[in-house]
């Protein structure tokens, strides 16, 4: 009789260590823009799911188009977890205070992002003095276009600036409504068959980088679980990697584009996992020029936005 009890009373323990690590659910983001393949296969491949079925914990998928809502479904607690989050932006929400942490590494996509105009609107970006361009503020494009602006010897005061989504930008600039806009990916492929070209990419302007990132204090609370989609989002890779053309051909159901076109922004995203000391130093630059464009209010420690720490 004791020790059936002991062994009741174990179990109720193990069950409760259980429920105090882990989450009923875990609200994640779905993020296909502008070709994250890791994301795109996990979800495909129901792989979280598959992960935590023996702990009952539910998926919930949460749709994103725009980076900025990323942030506020972060700061608004709708939001554990993010899979695809430009690190311009997470610099800038952690300095106005929403603690977000990165996890692990995703895609250097330099090529996938760029400022695209008709070559008899533009031709560079000084034609661009005192017309309209349009795309969303608060991210790496943002980014992108304040330091391709420096360079010129330019400020955001020489353009008419208007802040909106991807998809937006993409059908103001199409429709006439504006000069120039800030693409992404398939964006870019899109405009340049409607006869634009990229004026700008961030190839050689900044570096960018794409990760898996997570509520500071959601890492806090269930770091087995964190630890654990990392380990997803690698395996999501390693298949990728393995399988190219099912993966490419996946990318291409999802963002309505051809395999050629998919081919493309495979070898363009620089797909990675492993987070290095130069993305680090990456950061450290990043931070430096958007304090002094006044895009971050304050500094943070960079190496305190790796979660676990810094590589």
Not at 94 to 107: F, H, L, P, T, Y
Not at 123 to 139: A, E, Q, S, W
Not at 169 to 194: I, K, P
Request: glycine share 6%.
């Amino acid at each position: 009789m004791i020790k059936k009890c002991l062994t009741i009373l174990a179990l109720l323990f193990s069950m409760t260590v259980v429920a105090a690590e882990y989450p009923k659910v875990l609200n994640i983001t779905y993020v296909k823009a502008p070709f994250n393949i890791q994301n795109m296969v996990m979800k495909e491949h129901r792989l979280l799911e598959k992960e935590f079925q023996a702990e009952g914990i539910q998926i919930h998928w949460i749709p994103i188009k725009a980076g900025l809502n990323q942030v506020r479904g972060m700061a608004a607690g709708e939001i554990d977890m993010v899979s695809a989050m430009n690190t311009s932006t997470l610099l800038i929400a952690n300095s106005a205070g929403n603690r977000i942490v990165i996890v692990d590494g995703v895609a250097h996509p330099d090529e996938t992002f760029a400022l695209v105009a008709k070559p008899s609107v533009a031709k560079n970006l000084l034609d661009l003095k005192g017309k309209r361009i349009v795309g969303p503020k608060g991210t790496v494009l943002h980014h992108m276009l304040l330091a391709s602006l420096v360079q010129s010897g330019m400020t955001m005061k020489d353009i008419d600036f208007v802040s909106m989504n991807l998809p937006a930008s993409l059908t103001t600039l199409l429709s006439g409504r504006a000069d120039a806009a800030l693409v992404a990916a398939g964006g870019v492929l899109r405009a340049q068959a409607e006869g634009y070209q990229p004026i700008v990419k961030a190839k050689g302007v900044i570096g960018t980088n794409l990760v898996l990132a997570a509520r500071a204090d959601f890492a806090q609370q269930y770091p087995h679980l964190v630890d654990r989609v990392a380990k997803v989002n690698r395996q999501a890779l390693a298949w990728a990697l393995a399988h190219r053309d099912e993966a490419v051909a996946l990318g291409a159901k999802e963002h309505h584009i051809s395999l050629e076109e998919a081919q493309k922004l495979f070898d363009w995203s620089n797909f990675y996992a492993d987070l290095t000391a130069d993305d680090v130093k990456s950061l450290e630059d990043s931070q430096a020029f958007l304090l002094s464009e006044k895009m971050m209010t304050r500094p943070v420690d960079v190496k305190s936005l790796f979660w676990p720490k810094a590589p």
